[in-house]
């Protein structure tokens, strides 16, 4: 059964900073992985998806890479703004379907 | 048009009341999708249609009852529902095929008393 674990739980940066979010997953027989933003009480949104034979994908400030062979990617955010706080939840998709990581709420302090 | 419509954004009911739940979509996706997500805990899959069929029903309980009157509609109806039952229910969407990202409603928050 897939497992994915994200670490930190709770981020609390100062603006401007650049973080990485890590992901981990427990069978590499995946078909892609997205990384999705959610604001409190709403749906998510999805920002980057990677396919399986893929390393990395980027958008404007984001970057996210895939080592599928040791289950792992990373969601890479430059120069961050208090508009990135939110909670970034990654998902898996295989047989099972998408499933979702914990998430990793993400703070950026002004 | 990029977005899926869920309504009603918020929803109180009591356990013998019957309620729906709606979702829209006009991007021409043909699978549709419905999660259950616990204040801080990630979205749970619970039924998902293809071509207006369900294809994925992930054991869940018969006072859910999921219906796609078409392929730009899916509604969730709700009868005799539990406290436990209290949740944001996400409504999402996507092309069929892998590698398809999915687009998600902004949910609708239900409180059952």
């Known amino acids: 059964k897939q497992e994915v674990t994200q670490i930190p739980a709770a981020l609390s940066v100062p603006e401007g900073e650049n973080l990485v979010l890590n992901c981990s997953f427990t069978?590499?027989?995946?078909?892609?992985l997205q990384w999705f933003r959610q604001d409190p009480g709403k749906g998510l949104t999805s920002l980057l998806l990677?396919?399986?034979?893929?390393r990395e994908q980027t958008s404007g400030r984001l970057n996210a890479s895939l080592d599928k062979s040791s289950g792992r990617s990373t969601l890479y955010i430059a120069a961050s703004q208090p508009g990135d706080s939110a909670t970034y939840l990654c998902a898996v998709e295989g047989a099972q379907k998408l499933v979702f990581g914990q998430g990793t709420r993400l703070t950026i302090n002004p | 048009d990029t977005e899926v419509t869920q309504t009603p954004k918020h929803l109180v009911m009591g356990m013998t009341n019957k309620k729906s739940l709606k979702c829209e979509q006009h991007m021409g996706h043909r699978a549709m999708y419905w999660y259950k997500q616990k204040a801080k805990k990630p979205p749970e899959l619970m039924f998902v249609?293809?071509?207006?069929?369900?294809?994925i029903n992930e054991s869940v309980p018969s006072r859910f009852s999921p219906e796609c009157p078409n392929s730009s509609l899916l509604n969730l109806h709700l009868h005799a529902l539990q406290p436990e039952d209290s949740a944001l229910y996400l409504c999402?969407?996507?092309?069929?095929?892998?590698?398809?990202?999915?687009?998600f409603g902004s949910g609708t928050q239900l409180s059952v008393l």
């Open positions: 249609y293809s071509y207006e069929k369900l294809s």
């Open positions: 999402a969407s996507s092309p069929l095929g892998t590698n398809e990202k999915l687009f």
């Open positions: 069978d590499s027989a995946i078909y892609n």
């Open positions: 990677i396919q399986s034979s893929q």
